[in-house]
């Protein structure tokens, strides 16, 4: 595969400069093929990044996946393919890795019951192919079950949480509000032959349907998720699993955002050497904004609420952090097609600069969450342009 077609993007500001300039993103060929769509990147330890996303062929959906190196991707393999998944735009499958080879994905299987009853289905690579899939949660109430996220703990093991709906079963429309019936956050440590663990019951009342986040901190691991109150209060927490023991949940930051009702607007963390940055969407008091908040001392204590946008945000956020800087990103509907802010900060949480991505972008659902990482110190990019009603997974880079 080559390099291709070089875009010229607008680059915003930058603060204390009056003089816009120009940012020069390198568009690549993307290894997914027509009608693709929630695209999910992850970097291993070995420096290797994979690419998972859906092709969808009639009513088939394929789960594949490619490696970037060199800046090339891999001809794509096929980890899944059903006719039976819940494919949502912002409920997506994902995959990990381990020394530069796949360790686990996940996706979602429909089952007898409501619209959103679903499982979360987890398969892992043994000995080079794909294992027959697990349900991490081993209820089997016709209930909500996803927006999972995975991180390797070892060359054996994995911890993995979800949205877990058990305790929503048979609950009316207008119990909606009856906090005992709400949805929970739970995890597990799973061995790669697919046996189970340790099963942990994390919150037992979060947002319904925001997706979760993880991350491998110095002294153990991070999860940032959409908390749900008795008041309705929905704003972001934080808890670390360490020895076997998850933390008493935080919040990040007090928004105060009361919503009686999901946002479907997840938080996103990340961390390096020490440094670890969490972005998220709010809508409190009635004026959409993204922020952000920095640790460095591996998420002991946070920084003061960063504002990176208010004007037009609608949120679905990524944040990486790399060596030398902490990169976020999130969608905008500042103009009438969307588009996608970028945004550099120092580790200190002192903005660097921002730019605009517009070619492609979109707004709609469909475009779902587009995903960050960071590759030989070059900003890799993937999103979903959508065409009418035609989606494709794309990628840009920028040194």
């Not at 949502?88 to 009853?117: E, M, Q, V």
């Not at 999972?148 to 911890?159: E, G, K, R, V, Y």
């Amino acid at each position: 595969m080559k390099l291709y077609k070089i875009l010229s993007l607008a680059l915003l500001f930058i603060i204390g400069c009056s003089e816009k300039e120009v940012a020069t993103f390198t568009q690549i060929e993307s290894p997914a093929g027509e009608n693709s769509s929630l695209p999910r990147l992850f970097i291993d330890e070995s420096g290797t990044v994979f690419m998972s996303w859906v092709e969808e062929k009639g009513n088939l959906a394929e789960l594949k996946y490619s490696t970037f190196e060199d800046s090339f991707w891999s001809d794509p393999k096929v980890i899944a393919k059903d006719s039976t998944w819940f494919l949502n735009w912002a409920d997506y499958p994902s995959i990990i890795a381990r020394d530069g080879a796949p360790f686990a994905a996940h996706w979602l299987n429909k089952k007898t019951g409501g619209t959103y009853s679903y499982d979360v289905n987890i398969s892992t690579y043994q000995n080079g192919d794909w294992a027959s899939p697990i349900k991490p949660h081993e209820d089997e109430t016709p209930t909500e079950h996803g927006f999972a996220s995975m991180i390797p703990m070892s060359d054996s093991t994995f911890l993995a949480v979800w949205l877990d709906g058990r305790e929503t079963e048979n609950r009316d429309h207008n119990e909606y509000s009856n906090i005992e019936k709400a949805m929970t956050l739970r995890g597990a440590v799973i061995h790669k032959n697919g046996s189970i663990l340790h099963k942990y019951l994390i919150d037992d009342s979060v947002c319904d349907c925001c997706s979760t986040s993880l991350t491998k901190t110095n002294d153990g691991y991070m999860l940032v998720y959409r908390d749900r109150t008795n008041e309705e209060i929905r704003d972001i927490n934080y808890t670390k699993f360490k020895d076997g023991v998850w933390s008493e949940p935080k919040p990040i930051h007090s928004d105060n955002w009361k919503i009686a009702a999901c946002p479907v607007n997840g938080p996103s963390v990340d961390s390096e050497d020490g440094t670890v940055a969490i972005a998220w969407f709010t809508g409190a008091n009635e004026e959409p904004a993204v922020k952000l908040s920095v640790s460095n001392d591996d998420g002991k204590t946070f920084s003061e609420a960063i504002l990176l946008d208010t004007k037009g945000p609608i949120g679905r956020v990524d944040v990486e952090v790399s060596d030398d800087k902490i990169w976020a990103s999130w969608l905008s509907a500042e103009k009438p097609n969307g588009h996608l802010k970028i945004a550099s900060f120092t580790k200190s949480g002192k903005l660097l600069e921002t730019h605009i991505v517009e070619e492609g972008i979109s707004s709609e659902r469909q475009a779902g969450f587009p995903e960050l990482e960071i590759v030989d110190r070059k900003l890799l990019v993937a999103y979903t342009e959508v065409i009418e009603k035609e989606k494709r997974v794309k990628n840009l880079i920028y040194k």
